[in-house]
């Protein structure tokens, strides 16, 4: 049982570059989120999914895409990379009304 | 939506002293409140929950509280240990499980 899985875990883009991080889950969780995490603000959900085919924007979703085909995963799309979404970023799982269990974090960097 | 807001950022206590965390929510209809510990270059890991309609719960040295007419609920571990140093969050979620956090406590417990 690995849990919440993320790949990659460091990368570093060009501005302008797109990209997908990758994360899947194991624990036949309804509910996935990403998050990012910069200095002193906490983790800021991007978008989260109740369940396969649905999703919903968080509070910081611009410049980024979500798709959930099936439950297990749940992929985050930068459609072209700014250097304001340096940060590093995580993905959850929970089941209903549960806590959120997170991957290792991706930490990515755009020049 | 929901916004969580999170006092102190930093807190630094003596060994076996006691650390107090506070938060505040806004949507009134947040019924669940995780409190998660985040160590460095890790990821965040659930520490202690509360529901809506329970007003304490305690496990072990940490005990949490929640006022659902004020919108608060606060953290309070007792006799702190060196390992307790950390950045501890507060979150809060709905139904949907659109969890939503506070921006953090850098906790550091002096030996």
Redesign the interface.
């Known amino acids: 049982n690995a849990g919440v899985t993320q790949t990659p875990k460091f990368q570093v883009l060009k501005t302008g570059q797109s990209m997908t991080l990758q994360c899947a889950q194991d624990m036949n969780h309804e509910?996935m989120?990403w998050?990012r995490q910069d200095p002193?603000?906490?983790?800021?959900?991007i978008h989260?999914s109740?369940g396969a085919g649905i999703t919903?924007q968080?509070?910081v979703p611009n410049g980024y895409n979500v798709s959930r085909s099936t439950t297990e995963d749940f992929p985050l799309r930068l459609l072209s990379a700014a250097p304001s979404q340096t940060s590093v970023y995580?993905c959850?799982s929970?089941y209903?009304?549960?806590?959120?269990?997170?991957?290792?974090?991706t930490r990515l960097t755009v020049v | 939506?929901e916004n969580v807001e999170?006092h102190p950022?930093t807190l630094s206590v003596q060994e076996g002293d006691s650390a107090v965390i506070k938060c505040t929510y806004s949507d009134s209809a947040s019924?669940?409140f995780?409190w998660y510990k985040q160590e460095l270059g890790?990821?965040?890991?659930?520490i202690i929950?509360i529901?809506s309609n329970v007003g304490e719960k305690k496990d072990q040295r940490i005990a949490v509280t929640l006022n659902k007419t004020a919108k608060h609920f606060s953290q309070h571990i007792t006799e702190t240990q060196p390992e307790d140093s950390a950045v501890y969050?507060c979150?809060a979620?709905t139904?949907?499980?659109?969890?939503?956090?506070?921006?953090?406590t850098r906790l550091t417990v002096k030996p």
């Open positions: 509910y989120s998050y002193g603000m906490g983790l800021r959900l989260y109740v919903d968080g509070e995580f959850a929970s209903s009304g549960g806590p959120a269990f997170f991957g290792q974090g | 939506g999170q950022s019924n669940y995780p890790k990821r965040p890991q659930l929950d529901r969050f979150a979620s139904n949907n499980n659109d969890m939503r956090f506070g921006a953090g």
